[in-house]
């Protein structure tokens, strides 16, 4: 039983194209977030959301939009994809404060 | 905001041999601070976290050292395995989310 699960687990697409990534987390947490992990590992969080709620946006392009339609969803939604987004993309769910941050399988998304 | 420096880079040691991991943090209000280990192409795992209020944490070969005064906090693997080779994240709480350090790739040789 998958506490964080992202979809999909690979995802190749051409240069400008849109394309979506989904997470659904079942540990009741309040707070989800996005991570980007690019080629030398650095794991650097995009959004997060609490309770539906967006709390923490770190100046990411607005090419990137992310949607929760409830506490147990995050969505992520790409515009105009460029080579630079290719990269490892991991949801993680917490409580409130940090707490059992659990991360989801991750999503390669590779912009040719 | 909260900055995480960790190292080495990277650590190579021989099966049996103990590692440790260093991270410093700049934000005092951090109250949290979790190890994730991430094995090729997995997701990052916890392996073992501390709060402030507590110095050391231990569980089986792992355990986790904090310094609130230095702002410093470690971890330590004893008697290592092939199968401790991953990458190892240091974390900071701040503000409702984690911080990460920059990683440390360990390689445990036979």
């Known amino acids: 039983d998958t506490a964080v699960s992202q979809t999909p687990k690979y995802l190749v697409t051409q240069m400008g194209n849109d394309k979506s990534i989904k997470c659904e987390q079942n540990l009741g947490h309040d707070t989800m977030y996005w991570y980007k992990q690019d080629s030398k590992k650095f794991l650097k969080i995009m959004f997060s959301y609490n309770n539906k709620e967006l709390i923490i946006n770190e100046t990411v392009p607005n090419r990137f939009s992310p949607k929760s339609p409830d506490k147990a969803h995050l969505n992520l939604h790409i515009n105009s994809l460029e080579l630079g987004d290719s990269a490892v993309y991991f949801c993680?769910?917490?409580?409130?404060?940090?707490?059992?941050?659990?991360f989801g399988s991750g999503t390669r998304l590779t912009v040719v | 905001g909260e900055n995480v420096e960790q190292h080495p880079s990277t650590l190579s040691v021989q099966e049996g041999d103990s590692a440790v991991i260093k991270c410093t943090y700049s934000d005092s209000a951090s109250n949290y601070f979790p190890w994730y280990k991430q094995e090729l192409g997995k997701r990052p795992q916890l392996i073992i976290d501390?709060?402030?209020?507590?110095g050391e944490k231990k569980d089986q070969r792992i355990a986790v050292t904090l310094n609130k005064t230095a702002k410093h906090f470690s971890l330590h693997i004893t008697e290592t395995q092939p199968e401790d080779s991953a990458v190892y994240f240091c974390?900071?709480?701040?503000?409702?989310?984690?911080?990460f350090g920059t990683g440390t790739r360990l390689l445990v040789s036979p």
């Open positions: 974390a900071a709480s701040e503000s409702q989310k984690l911080v």
């Open positions: 993680a769910s917490s409580q409130t404060g940090g707490d059992g941050y659990t």
């Open positions: 501390i709060r402030s209020n507590v």
